[in-house]
C-alpha cells in the first residue's frame, strides 16, 4: 500500500486522519456536511502508515454515530468496479471494520452492507470476520452458499477452500456451515476442515532449518543461504548457535563476527551480542565501521539489545558519533540508562524531531525513555511530537510521557485524549484529565457504559469515581 498523504496538523481533515480526539471535536461544532466530508475522505483512503497496527474503526464509527452520518459513499466505494481490479485487502479493510463496529452499534444499514459484500466482495473474508462477531446463525448461514461457490469443484477449488478455511481469523461461519442440513455445504466444508488439521500437522513433521546435531560451520551456511535468496536469517541462525555451540567453538565465532560472509557475521555479532561475551562491544563498533549495511543494521540491532552494565557504559560514549550506532546509543540510553543519562537522552529526541521529523522510528524508545526518565524540559518536544506525528501508537506514547513531565496535561492534552483513535491513549487520559471540565465528564460516562469500549479503559474510568465526581 502507497504511503498515504496526510493533510496538516491543523485541518480537521488533517486531525481526522491521525486519530486524535481534537479531530472529534472540531468535526461536532463544524458544518455537518463538511465533518461528513472529512469522515468519509479517512474511511475511503485509509490514512495510516501502518494499517495493520493502528486503530482507527472504532474512532470513525463513533463519529458517524454523532453525526448521523449516512453509508452511501461508503456503499459506492465497497461496490466500486476497482473492487475486482485491486485484491488489496487493504483498500476495503478499513471501510469493513467501521461497519463492524457499526453493526454493533445496531445500525441495520451497515449490517445489510457487510451481508452483501461478503456474498459478492473481493475482500469477503474480511466482511466474514466482521459477521462473525455481529451477525446471528441465520444471518451467516445465508452466506453459506454464496461463499462456497467462490470455490470451484475441483483439485484447485478445494485446496484454496481448504487454506480459506484454516487461516478464518474468526472461526464460528465455518463450524455452523460444517453442521449445516444441507449435505452439499456440510461434506464440503467438513472436507476441508479435516484437510486443513492434516496439512498443519505435515508441516509439523516436517520442520525446515538447523538442528541440534549440526555444526557451527554449518549454522553459518544456512544464514548464508537466506542472504543469497533475500532473507535474513540470522536471528533464527543465532539460536541455533546457542544449542550446536560449545566453549571451544568461541575462536571461529570471533572470527566469523570480525571477517566472515555477512550471513555469519550477522549471526556471530547476534549470538555474541546476547551472551555478553567480553568482546561483542569491540565487533559491534568494528562492524559499523567496516560492514555492509545487512551487518551494520545486525550489529546495531544486536547492541540495542544487550543489557549489561558495559553496554549502557559504551552507549554513553557513543551517544554523540552521527552515525546508526550512535542512534542506537541514545535508545539503550532511553531504555536503560539512569538520571545522568537525561542531558543524553533528550539530545537525541531533538536530534531525531530535527533531523527525521516527527515521525521518525527512533522516536518511539526515546519518547518512551523521556517518560522513564521524567525529562520535564522534554515536554515543548514531546507536545510538537503529539500534535504532528501520523503514527496514532507514537502519540500514545507522547501522551503518556507528558503525563509524567509536563504539569498542564491534566487539563490540557489529557482532555482531548478521551476521544482518541488508540485505546491506551484514552486509557491514560481516563486516569489523568481533569475532571472540572463539563466534557471530560460527560465523555467518561460515556466510555464507561459503551460495550464497545476496552477493558482496560473502563477500569481506568471506574478508578476515578469519587465523592468529587457524579457517579456514572
Given at each position: ?401 507528558l503525563a509524567v513531565t509536563d504539569p498542564s ?37 460515556r466510555l464507561a457504559a459503551d460495550p464497545a ?20
Amino acid at each position: 500500500m502507497f504511503d498515504p498523504v496526510i493533510a496538516p496538523s491543523g485541518t480537521l481533515l488533517g486531525l481526522l486522519q491521525r486519530g486524535r480526539g481534537d479531530g472529534t471535536l472540531h468535526a461536532l461544532t463544524a458544518p455537518r456536511a463538511e465533518a461528513l466530508a472529512a469522515l468519509n475522505h479517512c474511511v475511503l483512503r485509509d490514512p495510516r502508515h501502518d494499517w495493520q497496527v493502528e486503530n482507527r474503526s472504532l474512532y470513525y464509527a463513533r463519529l458517524y454515530l454523532d453525526l448521523a452520518g449516512e453509508l452511501d459513499e461508503i456503499e459506492r466505494h465497497l461496490f466500486d468496479a476497482e473492487d475486482v481490479l485491486d485484491d488489496c485487502e487493504s483498500r476495503t479493510g478499513l471501510s469493513l471494520a467501521v461497519l463492524g463496529h457499526l453493526a454493533s452499534y445496531g445500525r441495520p444499514d451497515a449490517l445489510a452492507l457487510l451481508r452483501r459484500y461478503a456474498a459478492t466482495g473481493t475482500n469477503w473474508a474480511w466482511a466474514l470476520d466482521e459477521l462473525a462477531l455481529r451477525d446471528d446463525d441465520a444471518g451467516l448461514r445465508a452466506l453459506a452458499v454464496p461463499t462456497l461457490a467462490r470455490f470451484p469443484v475441483d483439485p484447485e477449488g478445494e485446496a484454496a477452500l481448504t487454506a480459506a478455511v484454516r487461516d478464518a481469523f474468526e472461526p464460528r461461519p465455518w463450524r455452523l456451515w460444517a453442521d449445516d442440513p444441507r449435505p452439499s455445504v456440510a461434506a464440503r466444508v467438513r472436507a476441508a476442515q479435516e484437510a486443513g488439521s492434516f496439512d498443519r500437522w505435515q508441516r509439523q513433521m516436517r520442520p525446515s532449518g538447523p538442528r541440534p546435531g549440526w555444526s557451527v560451520q554449518a549454522v553459518f551456511d544456512w544464514a548464508q543461504q537466506g542472504i543469497d535468496r533475500g532473507a535474513a536469517l540470522h536471528v533464527p541462525a543465532a539460536r541455533c548457535l546457542t544449542a550446536v555451540a560449545g566453549a571451544e567453538n568461541r575462536p571461529e565465532i570471533v572470527e566469523a563476527a570480525r571477517h566472515g560472509e555477512e550471513g555469519a557475521r550477522c549471526t556471530a555479532l547476534r549470538y555474541l551480542a546476547d551472551g555478553n561475551d567480553p568482546d561483542a562491544l569491540d565487533l559491534i563498533e568494528a562492524a559499523v565501521a567496516n560492514g555492509s549495511t545487512g551487518v551494520t543494521e545486525a550489529a546495531v540491532d544486536a547492541f540495542e539489545r544487550m543489557r549489561s552494565v558495559a553496554a549502557v557504559d559504551r552507549a554513553r560514549g557513543w551517544a554523540h558519533r552521527p552515525d546508526a550506532l550512535g542512534a542506537a546509543a541514545g535508545r539503550v540510553l532511553a531504555c536503560r540508562g539512569g538520571a545522568q543519562d537525561r542531558d543524553l537522552v533528550l539530545g537525541a529526541l531533538r536530534e531525531a524531531v530535527r533531523g527525521e521529523g516527527p515521525d521518525a522510528p527512533t522516536l518511539w524508545t526515546l519518547v518512551d525513555g523521556t517518560g522513564r526518565l521524567g525529562i520535564a524540559c522534554a515536554a515543548p518536544v514531546l507536545r510538537h511530537i503529539y500534535r504532528e506525528t501520523a503514527s496514532s501508537h507514537l502519540r500514545q506514547r507522547a501522551a503518556r510521557a507528558l503525563a509524567v513531565t509536563d504539569p498542564s496535561f491534566p487539563a490540557g492534552f489529557a482532555v482531548e485524549c478521551l476521544w482518541d483513535c488508540e485505546e491506551t491513549t484514552r486509557e491514560t487520559a481516563a486516569r489523568h484529565a481533569e475532571t472540572g471540565d463539563a466534557r471530560v465528564v460527560e465523555q467518561l460516562r460515556r466510555l464507561a457504559a459503551d460495550p464497545a469500549e476496552e477493558a482496560e479503559v473502563q477500569t481506568a474510568v471506574r478508578s476515578r469515581m469519587g465523592p468529587d465526581m457524579p457517579a456514572v
